[in-house]
């Protein structure tokens, strides 16, 4: 089977410069391709080197998170422009709308996130969305906003199960992650029962959004700190529980997703 793995950061400092390591595993259980999404002008070099390293494994991703606005120079619009046009295959994330992280300001958010929402429509690019506690906020600016015509994936989406079908409508695609094996994530298992079956993606997030320990096959720790990673080989179990989520047999997923993912991410006439 080929995996395709909607969103991680592979680039995360975490990994203590093991992406050689980490990309060879994961090849070797089937992921395909990974899109590794940057959060902040500090590390969109290092996505794209990491594309530049991992020419057709690697589809790089340059957006602000909201977490990470407080760093943006004046410049910054002009620089994710630049990133995109000279990276080849460039789509648009991580951004998005927060008001779950305390201490966090929200003033701001929608503008940052608007721009980038936009520069990802006027050039029909991919955009990968973080969304926690702004879901019906965030219905409202993109009903109100252009969007890229092949759409726009919301990764780890913990929405609800409501707003599933107005999302889609949109031209929303919803990423599943290993997180959402934890038992306690039963509200989140639900909703994914209920996306049409050609807008589902599958993610790790890596290095965050650990599994259950029973479905953490390649376990990894963080040098510095000794705390665990989620690592991006996790994907086949990721996979593998969606398809018992939905009742499909994994193989039938996986060439679904396959298509799912090419639909979103793959390449795009620039004009």
């Known amino acids: 089977m080929k995996l395709y793995d909607a969103h991680n ?20 259980v089937g992921v395909a391709q990974m899109v590794v999404n940057g959060s902040c002008e500090a590390d969109w070099p290092q996505v794209a080197e990491l594309a530049r390293r991992f020419p057709g494994l690697v589809v790089p991703s340059f ?20 990133w995109l046009d000279r990276t080849s295959g460039a789509v648009v994330g991580e951004i998005g709308l927060d008001r779950w992280k305390p201490g966090l300001a929200y003033e701001g958010q929608e503008a940052v996130f608007l721009a980038q929402l936009g520069i990802a ?20 600016l993109l009903r109100a906003s252009a969007r890229p015509a092949r759409g726009f994936v919301l990764h780890s989406y913990g ?14 695609h919803f990423s599943f992650p290993g997180y959402f094996i934890h038992e306690r994530k039963g509200r989140q298992r639900e909703t994914f029962k209920h996306v049409p079956i050609d807008r589902l993606l599958v993610e790790t997030d890596a290095p965050d959004q650990l599994l259950p320990d029973a479905a953490n096959l390649h376990p990894l720790t963080d040098l510095t700190t000794g705390k665990p990673l989620n690592h991006p080989a996790n994907l086949p179990a990721v996979l593998a529980s969606l398809a018992q989520l939905r009742g499909v047999p994994t193989e039938t997923l996986a060439v679904q997703i396959e298509a799912n993912f090419q639909g979103l991410f793959g390449s795009v006439p620039r004009g």
Not at 12 to 27: H, K, N, T, V, Y
Not at 70 to 81: I, K, P, Q, S, Y
Not at 159 to 172: D, F, I, R, T
């Open 159 to 172: 929405g609800p199960v409501e707003m599933v079908a107005p999302l889609a409508k949109l031209g929303a």
């Open 121 to 140: 429509a006027e050039r029909n690019l991919a955009a990968s969305m973080h969304c926690l506690q702004a879901w019906g906020r965030m219905l409202e």
């Open 63 to 82: 957006g602000y998170h909201p977490w990470y606005l407080v760093e943006r120079t004046a410049r910054w619009e002009d620089e994710l422009r630049g």
């Open 9 to 28: 950061h592979l680039q995360d400092e975490r990994f203590g410069g093991r992406q050689d390591e980490l990309m060879a595993q994961a090849s070797a």
